[in-house]
C-alpha cells in the first residue's frame, strides 16, 4: 500500500473531534447461513416509509412466542439499516432492517421491504398516453409506493 | 445529393467500424493460467462475500481480460463482470471487495418484484442515481459482515473513478458524492472503522480528506445540529 510520510498526513479533523479514540473494529461471527434458533417477531405497530425514518432509526419488533426467559410480547429492536424514498416514474421505496436486538441479546437476520412497483404500469401507459397530445406526460410525477411493514406479518430472525 | 448520402453512409460506417476495431485491440493478451489465478482469486472474494452475509440469491463472477476500468452487474445473466482493466488498479483484498460488494447489491435487487423481478431494470433505468447509492451503502453492510475494511469503498473511489461536472445527465451520482455518502455511513453505522483506520495515510485516502473538506463541513454541521435529511454535497 502507497504510504505518505508521516509530516505530511492529512489528519481526519472531524473523526478526531467526534468520535471515541478507543473504538476498535470487532472481529465478525464466523456463521453458516440460517444457523441458530429461530425466533419469530412481527411489528408492534403499522410502519411506512411514509412517516420519513431514517438510516439509524430503531423500530419495535414483539416475540410471538415465548423464548427462552422472554415471553411472548416482549419487544425486540430493530434498526434501520438502508432506506431509499420512492421516487418519480413509480420508482418505490426500499428498507432494510436489521442489528435486532432482545434485551442485550443480539439476533441475526434482515427484514427487506419495497413498496408498489408502479413502473410496470406506468411506462407502457406514458408511453400510450403521450401519443393523445402528451397527456402520458402527466403521468410522469407519479411515485412508487411505500415500503410498508404490517402487523400481521411474521419474519423469522435467529438467536445464535 | 449523392454526395451527401454518400457522406452520411461514410460517417455511419465509420460509426460502426470504429467499435469493432477498438473492442478487439481492448483485450489484453494474458496467459490462460494468470487468467485462471485472477479468476479465482475474484470468484473466492465474491463467493465469501456472499456466505458471510448469509445472501439468499445466486450470482457468479467472471473476470474479463479487456482493458475497460469498470465492472457491471448482468441484470439478465445475473454475473457479474470484472475487467482486467478495472482488477489492475486495486491494490488489495478490501478494495477488490468494494467493487464485488457493489455489485451483489445490484444483483440482488434483481431479484425483487414480480415476476422474479424482471421488470427491476426499469427502476435502475428511471431512478439509477438512487440504486447507486442503494448499492453503495450496502456494499459497507456487505463488507463488514465478510471481514473487509469499508473504507477501502472510498479508497477504490477516489483511484479508480473520475469526477464529472454534473450528474443530472448521468446514470451515476458525482463521485464526491458518492464517496460522503459512503463516509456518513461509516460514520453512522461503523465509526471504529474510521478510529482504527488503517487507510488513514494511505495516499487515496489523504486524498479524499484533501479534496472533501467542505463537504465533510457540511456534514459536521448536520452532525451538530442534529438535523434530519440529505445533505447536499459538491
Known amino acids: ?160 | 445529393m449523392m454526395k451527401r448520402l454518400l457522406a452520411v453512409v461514410f460517417v455511419l460506417g465509420m460509426m460502426l467500424a470504429y467499435p469493432l476495431s477498438s473492442s478487439a485491440s481492448d483485450v489484453l493478451l494474458i496467459s490462460t493460467s494468470e487468467q485462471k489465478k485472477v479468476q479465482n482469486h475474484i470468484s473466492t472474494v465474491g463467493f465469501k462475500i456472499l456466505n458471510a452475509n448469509e445472501l439468499p440469491n445466486r450470482t457468479v463472477f467472471i473476470y474479463d481480460s479487456s482493458k475497460t476500468i469498470n465492472a457491471y452487474s448482468a441484470f439478465f445473466g445475473r454475473n457479474i463482470v470484472l475487467y482486467r482493466g478495472m482488477y489492475i488498479m486495486l491494490d488489495d483484498e478490501d478494495m477488490l471487495a468494494a467493487v464485488l460488494c457493489h455489485e451483489i447489491s445490484h444483483s440482488m435487487d434483481s431479484y425483487e418484484g414480480p415476476f422474479r423481478g424482471t421488470f427491476g431494470f426499469l427502476n435502475y433505468t428511471y431512478a439509477p442515481k438512487k440504486y447507486e447509492y442503494k448499492a453503495d451503502k450496502r456494499a459497507v453492510d456487505f463488507m463488514v459482515k465478510a471481514g473487509y475494511h469499508p473504507v477501502a469503498a472510498i479508497v477504490m473511489m477516489n483511484k479508480v473513478m473520475g469526477q464529472n461536472r454534473y450528474d443530472w445527465n448521468s446514470s451515476h451520482p458525482l463521485t464526491s458524492r458518492r464517496m460522503m455518502s459512503v463516509y456518513e455511513y461509516i460514520y453512522k453505522k461503523y465509526p471504529e472503522y474510521l478510529v482504527d483506520n488503517k487507510y488513514k495515510t494511505n495516499i487515496y485516502y489523504q486524498n479524499f480528506l484533501l479534496t472533501s473538506k467542505e463537504n465533510r463541513a457540511k456534514f459536521q454541521k448536520k452532525i451538530e445540529k442534529n438535523s434530519r435529511g440529505n445533505v447536499d454535497y459538491l
Open chain 1, 1 to 160: 500500500m502507497l504510504m505518505l510520510p508521516s509530516y505530511a498526513i492529512i489528519e481526519d479533523d472531524f473523526v478526531n473531534a467526534t468520535l471515541d479514540k478507543n473504538l476498535k473494529i470487532k472481529k465478525q461471527k464466523e456463521t453458516t447461513p440460517n444457523s441458530g434458533i429461530p425466533i419469530q417477531i412481527r411489528i408492534k405497530e403499522d410502519f411506512t416509509t411514509k412517516s420519513k425514518p431514517e438510516e439509524g432509526d430503531f423500530i419495535e419488533f414483539e416475540t410471538v412466542e415465548d423464548f427462552k426467559s422472554f415471553s411472548a410480547g416482549t419487544t425486540v429492536k430493530g434498526r434501520i439499516e438502508f432506506i431509499s424514498m420512492n421516487c418519480i416514474w413509480g420508482v418505490p421505496a426500499d428498507i432494510v432492517i436489521g442489528n435486532f436486538q432482545i434485551g442485550n441479546i443480539a439476533l441475526y437476520g434482515e427484514i427487506h421491504k419495497g413498496g408498489a412497483n408502479r413502473i410496470i404500469w406506468l411506462r407502457p401507459a406514458t408511453i400510450v398516453g403521450t401519443f393523445f397530445f402528451g397527456a402520458g406526460l402527466a403521468l410522469i410525477p407519479i411515485r412508487g409506493g411505500h415500503a410498508k411493514i404490517k402487523t400481521d406479518k411474521i419474519y423469522t430472525v435467529y438467536y445464535r
